[in-house]
Every structure is written in structure tokens, then in C-alpha cells.
T-cell receptor
């Protein structure tokens, strides 16, 4: 079972560049989410989706866009990268929102220079 | 405001010793409660969860956790720690308004021989 797959695993961007972090799950989960992990701050929710065509903002949405055109995919777009977006990004999915177990991808380590 | 507190940033224990990691939450109702483990360079893996019923729950890798409503706590325990348990541990709550998971800041566990 593939579970939740994130690509790329590592990325270096220059300030102002844009890019898309990919996330795909093969468990037919309706709920998908993106987190960023920074030292001493745990995981903070960026955006989430409760189903295809439905997205909502989390705690730290500024500078990021998402869309959910299919159940399987939930890409995260950085519009104009800033050094403050240097972080480790995790995608997660769950069967039924935040009341069921979340399955996490392996993470993307992003550095903005 | 909703919050999850893990008061111990870092804990060091000897192999074979017992372990307790603390987690407190502040919500009006009893949330769904989770403990996740993150090995270096990896995503998060679910150790155990509490939804309702018996307040002592068993998880994988010999871990258990006890929900105490009166203390708003969900502490993780293991009777005898193994060197492979060295990792970062996150407490999380979910199932509340906003359909979001809320994570603590994590506790880093070091195991010494």
C-alpha cells in the first residue's frame, strides 16, 4: 500500500519563485490536509479539504494556495516563496475528518534562500 | 482558545527504564485524543487513540495512554523503553469544531544505553 505520497522530498527555492508540492493518497480518504513543521512549534495546519472541490484555511494559510479537483490529490502551491516558508511540509489524509486517524506522508524539506 | 500542551520539550531515559510523556488539552468537551511518533526524517505514525470507553488504551510498540477527564490529560506511558523508541512524540486532539487536528509542540525522547 502506497498510503500518502509526497513529492519532492527535498527542494531549494530562491526567494520569489513559485512551486507546487504534490500529495496523493490511495485510500479513498475524503479529508486531506497540509501542515508545516518548525522547531519548537509542532505541526501547524496550513489548509485542509473535506472532499473534492472543498477547501478551507487552517492556522497559517498566508502565502499558500490549495485546490482539490480529485479525491486522490491535494497539491500545495507556494505563490512567491519567502525565507519564512523554509520548513518541513507534511501532507495527511484521514477517512472522516479530525475524528479518525490521520495518515502522513514522508514530508518535503523546503529551503528558501 | 483550544490548545494542546506537552510540557516536556526533551526527555532522556535509560534503556529499560519506564517512560511517561505528558499531554494536557484545554477544551470544553472531551475531544478525540491521539499520540503520534515521528522517527528522524520520517512522517508521523499513530501510536494509539482514544475516542470513548475504557480510559486506558493500548497502542503499538508496547505503549499505553490514560485519559483523565478531571485533569484534562492524556499521558503516554511505556513500562520499559528500548533504544529504538528514541524519536519525537506528538499529542493531538481532533473531532471538535472546525474539523481540524491540533498538535502539541512535541517531546523529543533520547534513550541512553
Amino acid at each position: 500500500n502506497a498510503g500518502v505520497t509526497q513529492t519532492p522530498k527535498f527542494q531549494v527555492l530562491k526567494t520569489g519563485q513559485s512551486m507546487t508540492l504534490q500529495c496523493a493518497q490511495d485510500m479513498n480518504h475524503e479529508y486531506m490536509s497540509w501542515y508545516r513543521q518548525d522547531p519548537g512549534m509542532g505541526l501547524r495546519l496550513i489548509h485542509y479539504s473535506v472532499g473534492a472541490g472543498i477547501t478551507d484555511q487552517g492556522e497559517v494559510p498566508n502565502g499558500y494556495n490549495v485546490s482539490r479537483s480529485t479525491t486522490e490529490d491535494f497539491p500545495l502551491r507556494l505563490l512567491s516563496a519567502a525565507p519564512s516558508q523554509t520548513s518541513v511540509y507534511f501532507c495527511a489524509s484521514s477517512y472522516s475528518g479530525a475524528s479518525t486517524e490521520a495518515f502522513f506522508g514522508q514530508g518535503t524539506r523546503l529551503t528558501v534562500v | 482558545a483550544q490548545s494542546v500542551t506537552q510540557p516536556d520539550i526533551h526527555i532522556t531515559v535509560s534503556e529499560g527504564a519506564s517512560l511517561e510523556l505528558r499531554c494536557n488539552y484545554s477544551y470544553g468537551a472531551t475531544p478525540y485524543l491521539f499520540w503520534y511518533v515521528q522517527s528522524p526524517g520520517q512522517g508521523l505514525q499513530l501510536l494509539l487513540k482514544y475516542f470513548s470507553g475504557d480510559t486506558l488504551v493500548q497502542g503499538i510498540k508496547g505503549f499505553e495512554a490514560e485519559f483523565k477527564r478531571s485533569q484534562s490529560s492524556f499521558n503516554l506511558r511505556k513500562p520499559s523503553v528500548h533504544w529504538s523508541d528514541a524519536a519525537e512524540y506528538f499529542c493531538a486532539v481532533g473531532g471538535l469544531t472546525g474539523n481540524q487536528f491540533y498538535f502539541g509542540t512535541g517531546t523529543s525522547l533520547t534513550v541512553i544505553p
